[in-house]
């Protein structure tokens, strides 16, 4: 699949009598790693639930501008054709309890027919190599969620969206509620994810020091507007804008 650059322009979206993004544009790159910061309610997690559509979930919202998945108009196109070029995950680990290991990751290419006997079985393999849990489970794989530790849990969620080999990877503070090990994993994995495939990886953190260590550009959102945009180092050690500034220095 061609790599597929996500454009966002004049964003604007409204929940109730909210108006939560106002006239948002950015751009994240096909092989880089974008990360979305800003404080708790300025609307980073309603931006990445625009770009796959899952704020058609939300009650009373209301969305007006333009978003690019590739040549894709994703506000028009049909919601399941936007998810399904779209993987997601968010911050608490979401296994299904009632499918094993194995099964958790290889759902999502039966349902869609991408793979089935031995290849499917490669593809499983390689999903959880690329998320960095093939080794502690390899002979678990009848295994059910449950007998996971949140980390690993954790990781089966980013196995179970890398299985599709979506060319955009959403993550909504996937590491938030982790263990320091598989955190350290998890990066790792997103990192190689993007470089490897030429995904296009957009992350939601609150954490300026993993912004740093992970992305290669940066997105600031305060109360709904971008602040700040550009390649991590310059946002990092050149930051524009005052905001940014306090917010890398923890005053926001």
Known sequence: MEPVEVKVSDLNVWIGGSHILKDVSMKAPPGAVTAVMGPSGSGKSTLIR??????????????EGKVL???????????????RRTGMVFQEPNPFPHMTIYDNVAIGPRIHGLARGEELDRLVEWALKMAHLWDEVKDRLRDYPHQLSG?????????????????????DEP???????????IE????????????????????????????????????????EYGPTREVVLHPRHELTRKFLGGEV
Do not use: C, W
């Open 50 to 63: 625009v770009i796959n559509r899952l704020i058609d979930l939300i009650p009373g919202a209301r969305v």
């Open 151 to 171: 980390g690993q849990k954790q990781r089966l969620s980013l196995a179970r969206a890398l299985a599709l080999k979506p060319r955009v990877l959403l993550l």
């Open 69 to 83: 998945l590739g040549s894709l108009d994703a506000l028009r196109a049909d919601p399941y054709e936007v998810r």
């Open 188 to 227: 790792r994995s997103i990192m190689e994810y993007a470089k490897t495939t030429m995904a296009t990886v957009i992350i939601v953190t609150h954490t300026p020091q993993q912004a740093a260590r992970i992305s290669d550009h940066i997105l600031f959102i305060y109360q709904g507007r971008v602040v």
């Open 175 to 185: 590491t938030a509620n982790i263990d320091p090990v598989s955190t350290v994993k």
